[in-house]
């Protein structure tokens, strides 16, 4: 069987369920709904579906539209013990079923989500559960989780700092440091081999190294690979990243009052194709920012792809995507922690790191690395979070398929976060929770410095002025006298820190 893409709408008195059907056979069609239960057939299609909210009752009805009458009509009907009839489209090949509520005015809650709504075996995967090995004893941590209110309002501004203590208890316990969705997943890359592993990210062995670790050694790796002469060529020769910055964005058309407009019929044939049925525990309120945290960085790298390449994917787009994502390429789990970490990014929340560490990435891995632009795709970023969760899972649905058919072992990367993305996003989050993550990040932008990112860019900048002046703006001359000035410049930095210092002692 066949499981028809499918769109879901409302009024006051009925949910309408809208099957893309080419092939039905309306002759075999039959039908049943009651209570929260919802189940469609005709050869070679089948949808069950578990409704948000309760329906009338319907009998079961066979059809007795013949399909070879299609040439001489615009649309039939056919007939059902509700009010309305069904509407088969001959046209646009839809059938349109009305299902009288049993409420009237009840609201339906996130139809676009039409994932979710799939009824099927749940994939109860162990390791997102925690296994009660004795049943007779309580188990207050567990019952703490579970009853946790997971609609919380968040306040982006207060941090809670990571029990790095009690995650390497939970660590040497497992055998490994977790990683993956909500760090829910262990062993798998190393079960894969070394050489897959250095293929698909940048740390060479993530269930050995903690968190808090991965974390340094990806800030130094930054610092490592900055390149000052790329930056500076693209700060003077910028005529196509003026063009890059102006281009319209297509999320800017869409419309957060209409969510099903947002999707497409090929992004429901994803959710329904490629993605499984998966229920979450209710996540504590530290684990759910960092998801959300983790939806910024993962849609910086999305946008700035899209917008780097004229709003098309690229035979580079999966490299690209994850290279810039921290959470792709670093396992990084969005935490702030208690330790100093050396080569940090001045942080004042969270939220504000997670921009500053995209923004730094994207002055030293892609293609284009200028500071105006990598400002506009944060600006992306707010504009796709302020039109609402299901833009945020269109974005989502896109990369999934970007990973899937980029790169030999990239698919790996769908399994350890974007499918569970995807899935959570229908299920697990209040839109107007995102809002006022894009609300407080909007706030935060004006007030971005270069000096933030930890890069030298301002110095960079200011020597490269200077010897601009010096040279009459020979680019070729920039890079040896640029290189000369830092030394000096970084000699007499660590020369005063150190007298910094030896006055202290005193």
């Known amino acids: 069987m066949i499981t028809p893409i499918f769109r879901l709408t409302q009024d006051d008195d009925y949910l309408y369920v809208t099957l893309v059907s080419p092939n039905i056979h309306l002759s075999e069609a039959e039908l049943y709904h009651d209570e929260n239960e919802f189940i469609f057939h ?35 009907s056919i007939l059902n013990n509700n009010e309305k009839r069904m509407q088969f489209d001959y046209k646009n090949k839809e059938l349109i079923i009305p299902v009288k509520k049993l409420i009237s005015g009840q609201h339906f809650d996130n139809l676009e989500m039409v994932g979710r709504f799939l009824s099927g075996p749940k994939t109860k995967a162990s390791r997102r559960l925690v296994e009660v ?41 497992m ?46 790796h930054e610092l490592d690979h900055f390149n000052d002469e790329h930056y500076l060529a693209d700060l003077y020769e910028r005529d196509q990243i003026d ?36 229920d979450f525990v209710r996540y504590d309120t530290d684990t759910k920012k960092a998801l959300m945290l983790g939806v910024v960085d993962l849609l910086y790298a999305y946008a700035y792809d899209l917008r780097t390449n004229e709003f098309e994917h690229s035979t580079e787009s999966g490299w690209t995507v994850r290279k810039l994502s921290s959470t792709l390429s670093w396992f990084e789990y969005w935490t702030p922690f208690e330790e100093i970490i050396e080569n940090d990014l001045r942080q004042r929340d969270m939220a504000t790191y997670v921009i500053l560490n995209c923004i730094r990435r994207s ?37 999934h398929q970007l990973l899937n ?49 930890q890069l030298e860019l301002k110095l960079t900048e200011q020597v490269a002025e200077m010897v601009r002046n010096e040279t009459h703006g020979q680019m ?31």
């Open 42 to 76: 005709a050869n070679p299609y089948y949808l069950r579906l578990e409704l948000p909210a309760k329906v009338q009752a319907s009998e079961r009805i066979e059809s007795s539209i013949d399909n070879d009458d299609e040439d001489n009509k615009s649309s039939s």
């Open 133 to 173: 090995l004795n049943t007779q004893t309580d188990t207050p941590i567990l019952n703490e989780l579970l009853d946790n209110d997971e609609d919380d309002d968040f306040d982006w501004n207060i941090e809670q700092k990571y029990p790095q203590q009690e995650a390497e208890t939970v660590a040497d316990l």
């Open 175 to 220: 055998g490994n440091n977790p990683y993956g969705f909500a760090n829910s997943q262990t062993g798998v890359l190393e079960r894969l081999g070394e050489q897959i592993t250095h293929e698909l990210v940048d740390i060479e062995r993530p269930g050995k190294t903690r968190n808090i670790d991965r974390r340094r050694m990806r800030l130094k």
């Open 243 to 278: 063009q890059l910055i102006m281009a319209p964005a297509p999320w800017e058309l869409w419309d957060r009052t209409k969510p099903d407009t947002i999707l497409t019929d090929n992004d429901r044939q994803r959710m329904i194709d490629r993605l499984p049925k998966r």
């Open 363 to 399: 002055l030293i891995y892609p293609l284009y690395r200028n500071w105006d632009l990598a400002i506009r795709v944060v600006q992306d970023v707010t504009c796709i979070m302020s039109k609402g969760r299901t833009a945020i899972l269109k974005c989502f649905l896109d990369l």
């Open 405 to 453: 058919e980029t790169g030999d072992n990239y698919y790996l990367l769908n399994d350890l976060y974007i499918t569970d993305y995807c899935c959570w996003l229908q299920q697990s989050t209040r839109t107007d929770q995102f809002d006022t993550l894009a609300e407080h990040l909007r706030s935060r932008l004006q007030r971005l410095d270069k000096d933030d990112v």
């Open 476 to 506: 070729d001359a920039i890079s040896e006298k640029l290189r000369d000035k830092l030394v000096i410049e970084n000699v007499k930095r660590s020369t005063k820190t150190n007298l910094d210092s030896d006055d202290d002692s005193d």
